[in-house]
T-cell receptor, first 113, second 114 residues
Framework: AQTVTQSQPEMSVQEAETVTLSCTYD???????LFWYKQPPSRQMILVIR??????QNATENRFSVNFQKAAKSFSLKISDSQLGDAAMYFC??????????FGKGTKLSVKP | DTAVSQTPKYLVTQMGNDKSIKCEQN?????MYWYKQDSKKFLKIMFS???????INETVPNRFSPKSPDKAHLNLHINSLELGDSAVYFC?????????????FGPGTRLTVL
C-alpha cells in the first residue's frame, strides 16, 4: 500500500523569506503523480503544484517549486518570498493506479509579518 | 459558476439520525470521489465512482452509502449517525481515473453530530 509522510506538523516563516516543507512517500508503482495542496482557513482545497514521476525536471509554479528525488522517494515544496496569504495547511498527496489521492497528515504553515 | 458544489455546507444533527450530503459537478467529469477529513485534519478517501460505477470503497461502515444518479452527481447518505462521524466531508471530481487527472474539490460539508 502507498503511504505519504509529512514529518513537520507545523512550520513558521518570516514574510518574504523562503520555507521548505518536507514529504516522503512509499510506493511500488512506477506510474504516479505527486501533488501539493493548500487548505486555507476557508477549508477549500487548492492545488498548488504537481509532479509526474517520469519527469526528472522539478515542477515550478511562480513562487512554488518542488524538489523531487525519486530514488529517495522525497517530494519537498519550496515557497519563496513568502506572503501572508500563504498561511495555510499544506498537504502532500500521491495518486497512482487507483486514481484517488492519498494524503499526508499535513503541515500547518504560519507566516509572520 | 461553481465547478463542484456541495449541499449543505454545514450540518448539525443528533446521534441516531439519518442525513444526506449532495454533490454536483458541472465540469463534465466522469469520476467523483468522497473524502473525509477528521478533527486532526487527516484526509482519507471513502468512495470513488467512475461513470456511475463504484470503483473504490474503502473500509467505511455500512452506514455510509454513496449514490450516483448520474455522472454529475454523487450523494452520500449516512444512517444512524454517531459522534465519530463528525468531520468535514469533501466531494471531488476528475476526468477519468488516471493519476495525472487533476481532482477538483468542493467546498466541503462540516458535519457535527451531537
Amino acid at each position: 500500500a502507498q503511504t505519504v509522510t509529512q514529518s513537520q506538523p507545523e512550520m513558521s516563516v518570516q514574510e518574504a523569506e523562503t520555507v521548505t516543507l518536507s514529504c516522503t512517500y512509499d510506493t511500488s508503482e512506477s506510474d504516479y503523480y505527486l501533488f501539493w495542496y493548500k487548505q486555507p482557513p476557508s477549508r477549500q482545497m487548492i492545488l498548488v503544484i504537481r509532479q509526474e514521476a517520469y519527469k526528472q525536471q522539478n515542477a515550478t509554479e511562480n513562487r512554488f517549486s518542488v524538489n523531487f528525488q525519486k530514488a529517495a522517494k522525497s517530494f519537498s515544496l519550496k515557497i519563496s518570498d513568502s506572503q501572508l496569504g500563504d498561511a495555510a495547511m499544506y498537504f502532500c498527496a500521491y495518486s497512482g493506479s487507483q486514481g484517488n489521492l492519498i494524503f499526508g497528515k499535513g503541515t500547518k504553515l504560519s507566516v509572520k509579518p | 459558476d461553481t465547478a463542484v458544489s456541495q449541499t449543505p455546507k454545514y450540518l448539525v444533527t443528533q446521534m441516531g439520525n439519518d442525513k444526506s450530503i449532495k454533490c454536483e459537478q458541472n465540469l463534465g467529469h466522469d469520476t467523483m470521489y468522497w473524502y473525509k477529513q477528521d478533527s486532526k485534519k487527516f484526509l482519507k478517501i471513502m468512495f470513488s465512482y467512475n461513470n456511475k460505477e463504484l470503483i473504490i470503497n474503502e473500509t467505511v461502515p455500512n452506514r455510509f452509502s454513496p449514490k450516483s444518479p448520474d455522472k454529475a452527481h454523487l450523494n452520500l447518505h449516512i444512517n444512524s449517525l454517531e459522534l465519530g462521524d463528525s468531520a468535514v466531508y469533501f466531494c471531488a471530481s476528475s476526468h477519468g481515473t488516471r493519476p495525472y487527472n487533476e481532482q477538483f474539490f468542493g467546498p466541503g460539508t462540516r458535519l457535527t453530530v451531537l
